[in-house]
């Protein structure tokens, strides 16, 4: 399984041939890093939108009679004398879902970090057609575009859940949000959509092809690993939702009946027949479920990375820690049923989809003993990066345990919908995908921008969201448990809840601090930019490729020859070295033996 | 007043961040290579992290403190529920187990294994047995679970005929439920959207004609008689809702163009609720939440809140528009005599529409 990447190896790669001009440089360009770097800048913004928004409807959950100028001022229209509308309502939680977990937690992070990484760790000059990812990334940004155009539409931007079902989705009579918002929201998906696989059909064919010499698949870092089987998931799944969009599109354009049927609103019958909304929850959630991993496994393999590297050790089982990934993988897409215990599909379908998704529990808790395991007797540099690791660790424990009870079909019938499902996925995913992010963008900073990011104000980031999102949704499962359901405007309407409002309240508060504490990172992040410490070349020294690299940012990555590999990118304190670490090009001493995998 | 105390907290949060950054750049200045952990940072996060693991701890047990009476975990008001219950509370048991040791682990290591100059770690990179063993233990112990919980499902959604079962219709509709009874003949009469006549009342399509249609009873308050199956039907005549029924663990979307089911068996009349110690304790604190609140609306001239009294409830459950949020009916469970009382009460459909 040796690669075989010396035909890329003409010298003129190294050099630059034609005169960079800005826009090849900073707008149109081809390169990997910039690419990079350009998925991370706009991920940035999207998610300041994303959870700018989350802080609004949080602030609605926890005041529903107050008026409010916050809301006044950033929603105009929508907020008369300050008090939000009840359709907005439903819109921000379907914007904040959809940003945050396609533009955010997709694209931001995979986008970023595959680019950057993949051919960087694996000794590729670029990623394998440098065209195709710049039309990827131009693709991203115009969906980003439609979506953000979606919010100043006259009737509202799409407010049917982040999940989109129809019929509420397909009918402008069932809800405002439904008519040009969600023309422009299914838009903005499909480019997304298309952006998405010319990306992940590049990650795939450059790590399978672009090897450098030695780099078998044996000794690929996890982060590599981990890009690669999100990208082979999102080929296999987001055409699916493509579909799906596809059919909503003519459902609600040309009149056909796919989702549709039967239905009698405001006065008349529509004429729609034979469809089913419970096919559309199966094409939704055939990439839905596997997105959860498409956002996931990237910030476990940055995390697999950044915890070795940070504990001075190799990373414990490495055999099973890929085998984990492709377990997840595999099962990934054959557990979406378990969103649609309830939906009215066979119960027999039900108890398939419980036994397969808390199969999916095993592979997980492998990975999270072998994260642990790796810690124990290390010497661990608790850097940002690598608190943003152990936090990831954390939160994938407590949110991910929660799933043993909603992936049991006969539990999720009395908290399916509720509060303790958003607590449940926004630890395991949403958060412990942001904390990989955060990871990522702390320990490659230097990589990307040459300069080191400011350690200090990552603690104090840490530290504070860290808190901050137990302190919001741990509180969160007991009210889900109460009964409360989720993407409720106000709930004034049922004394029932009374007694949520306190701990509605002291989540919102946490909600702000934290939200408002993500400031320090953007001063961070965006003041090191220009004035932060220059890196030296190796600052956490490190063993994989990417180090070896010159700190200048060239056109190739390196100048002259391509590193060859000689190990794994795990040898960290190993004995019969002088350092605590041996970079994967460092030829093996006489004697010297390869751990084997 | 709240946005205003809200503005003022998030402009002091900002200068609280900003007067942090000055005072950590004015500290960093002198140091050399600042920007890479070293055994002064190390140590200091290191006792962060078992400062994290206690704040974890202390948060799993304020919140049981303060919320521990917010879950249905117990008191169900159906023949199911305890056994769902039942499995609720064993999955919870674990996982507070695994919960407690796996922080502890991760947190403990991060912070005895902080790194130290001059220390090397132990180069240990596989243990077969080790991957094995847990491998193993949540193979077991999921199987545990996975069976447990596929009996518990298939007993709630195959459930078996009994014989006074009653057949109940759920009709949903952006933003309102009705229910319909089968009536003497415990027969659903055929219905189809497309039949619906707002001239002549025949607000949920049923077929005129259908003989099994002539005594259904439509209301907009369910009763159901306790201890008598209820098998449920559910319609939707626009968009996806789900009906949600909390108190008696029973949920099941209603969707446009099919009908879906769900039954279960009342085992306490609301009467009987109401009674309960748990609940007795739920309506006196939301009570007493309600005279707090109206205290403040009666100084703005506001009406008060109305006292609070349990009910059983349906509520949508799936986002289905605009009021979705205040979307519910309420539900009474009552003796057998009262049920058929009330159900006596009702306009059966023949004699509900309206002749032109």
Redesign the interface.
Known sequence: MSAHADTHEHDDHGHHHHKETFVTKYIFSQDHKMIAKQYLITGTIMGVIGVLMSLMFR?QIA?PE?????FEALLGKWAPD?VMD??IY?ALVTIHGTIMVFFVLTAGLSGTFSNLLIPLQIGARDMASGFLNMVSYWLFFLSSVFMILSLFVEAGPAA??WTI????SA?PL???GSGAGMTLWLVSMAIFIASSLLGSLNYIVTVINLRTKGMSMTRLPLTIWAFFITAVIGVVSFPVLLSAALLLIMDRSFGTSFF??????Q?E?LHYQ?????LFEHLFWFLGHPEVYIVLLPALGITSEVIATN??????????MVASILAIAFLSTIVWGHHMF???MN?FL??VF??TT??I??PS??K??????T?????????PA??FS?GL??TF??GG??G??LG????D??V???YFVVAHFHLVMGISALYGMFAGIYHWFPKMFKR??????G??HF?VT??CA??VF??M???G???L?R?????S????F??????NVIITMFA??GG??Q??FL?NFFYSIFY??KT?QN??RSNTLEWTAPIKHIHGNWEGEIPHVYRWA?D????GHEE?FVPQNVPLKDGEEE?QH | ????L??L??VS??VA?WQ??KI??L??AHTE?????NDN??RI??Y??IG?LI??YA??IV?FM???D????SNSASAHGPG?DN??II??V??FI??TI??F???Y??FK????KG?????????DK??FI??II??IV?AG??IY??F???D???YEKEDDHIVVELYA??FNWKARYAGEDNVLGKA???L?D?DKANIL?LDESDPYAQDDVITTELHLPVGRQVIFK?RS????H?A?M??F?????C????V?QFAFTPTMTTEEMRQTPQMID?VA??NR??TE?SKKLIENGEEA??R?E?DY?L????????????M?MKIIVESEEEYQAWLKEQKMFKNSLVQN
């Open positions: 602030m005041w107050e008026p409010n100028v916050m300050g009840a359709d439903l049917a859940g079902y129809p019929p509420l009918l069932a809800q405002s549709l049927s039967d239905i009698f609103i006065g019958v034979g469809g089913s909304p419970v504990s001075r050790k190799p990373i414990f089982g490495y055999r099973a309830i939906s009215g119960p039900g108890s419980t036994f808390l199969l529990a095993i808790a492998v999270a003993f072998n994260y642990i395991t810690l124990w007797k290390g010497n661990l540099q608790l850097n690598m608190l152990i660790v954390s424990i407590t345990l929660t043993i009870i049991d079909s006969a539990l019938i009395n399916h919908d509720t080191m990011m400011n350690k200090n104000l603690y104090i530290w860290a808190v137990y302190g741990f509180p499962h007991f009210i448990m109460a009964g359901p993407r409720y405007y106000t709930n309407n049922f004394p029932l009374d007694d949520t409002a306190d701990a702000l601090v408002v504490f400031l320090v001063w932060g410490k030296v600052p956490w795990y960290y304190s190993k004995p605590d751990l | 007043m709240t946005a205003l809200t503005i907290v998030l949060i900002t961040v942090m950054v950590f750049d500290a960093t290579n600042s920007q890479v952990a940072d190390n996060q290191g962060l992290m994290f704040f974890i948060i799993t919140s303060a919320y521990g917010l879950p249905l975990m769902l499995l609720m999955s919870m674990i996982i695994v919960q796996t922080q682990l991760l947190h290591f991060a294994y902080k790194g130290e220390r090397k770690a132990l180069f240990y990179a596989d243990n080790l991957e847990w491998t949540p193979v999921l679970l996975i919980g596929l518990t499902w298939s709630i959604m195959n509709q952006q189809n959207v497309r619906i707002l399509g559910m005549q626009d968009v996806l789900s949600y909390p108190h663990r029973a949920q099941m979307n969707v446009p163009g099919m879906t739920k604190n939301i939440i309600r609140k809140l109305d609070y349990f409830l509520l949508c459950n799936k986002i289905c528009g605009k009021s979705h949020y205040n519910q």
